[in-house]
């Protein structure tokens, strides 16, 4: 059934390609734990032991207060379809923002979303795959359209003046840096 090994494998990386949808969960030693649904065309794999997924601006930005204070991520995979699965991937992440040395080279890997705000650099631990013969089976339709048609919207300035409002902490207070310091 589930096994543990320290890198991705061959059919794990194809597993991921075909994916619509997957799931991040970070926390800090003392925060309230999060766990986040992505999609998007947002998630790519650089190696067996590293992965990168683009992060949009959203309500939200717990996931990089929690890896700026405390890199632990894991990422989910669940198969809807086909063969039963769940892939998890564990290990240490950090984040980079657009003002970073690193953004152009990293951002590089996927399409132009609009409202992209920072990218995510796993560096894999630890795979593990189990079952998932409880996940139920579902028919992928097509991607929503409105978290992007709103970042359009928006503009440049429009999404700073968010990310300023709304996303310069977490629910528990911790700092994201969204916004680069002058």
Not at 51 to 76: F, P, Y
Not at 151 to 173: F, T
Request: proline share 5%; with cysteine; glycine share 8%.
């Amino acid at each position: 059934m589930g096994k543990q090994i320290p890198e991705l494998e061959e059919q794990h990386i194809k597993f991921i390609a075909a994916q619509k949808l997957f799931f991040v969960g970070t926390a800090t030693a003392d925060s309230r734990i999060n766990v986040s649904p992505k999609g998007m065309d947002s998630f790519r794999v650089l190696g067996p032991n590293r992965v990168i997924w683009l992060n949009v601006t959203g309500s939200g930005n717990e996931t990089s207060a929690h890896i700026q204070q405390d890199g632990r991520m894991t990422v989910m995979f669940c198969a809807f379809t086909g063969k039963p699965l769940i892939l998890r991937l564990y290990g240490q992440a950090r984040v980079i923002h657009p003002y970073d040395a690193d953004w152009d080279e990293l951002f590089a890997h996927f399409p132009s979303i609009p409202g992209a705000r920072q990218v995510f650099d796993l560096s894999v631990d630890l795979v593990q795959t189990s079952c998932g013969m409880a996940v139920p089976y579902f028919d992928y339709v097509e991607e929503r359209e409105q978290l992007k048609t709103w970042a359009s919207k928006q503009g440049e300035a429009g999404l700073h003046q968010y990310w300023y409002d709304r996303n310069q902490q977490s629910l528990d207070g911790i700092p994201t840096h969204i916004l680069e310091e002058e």
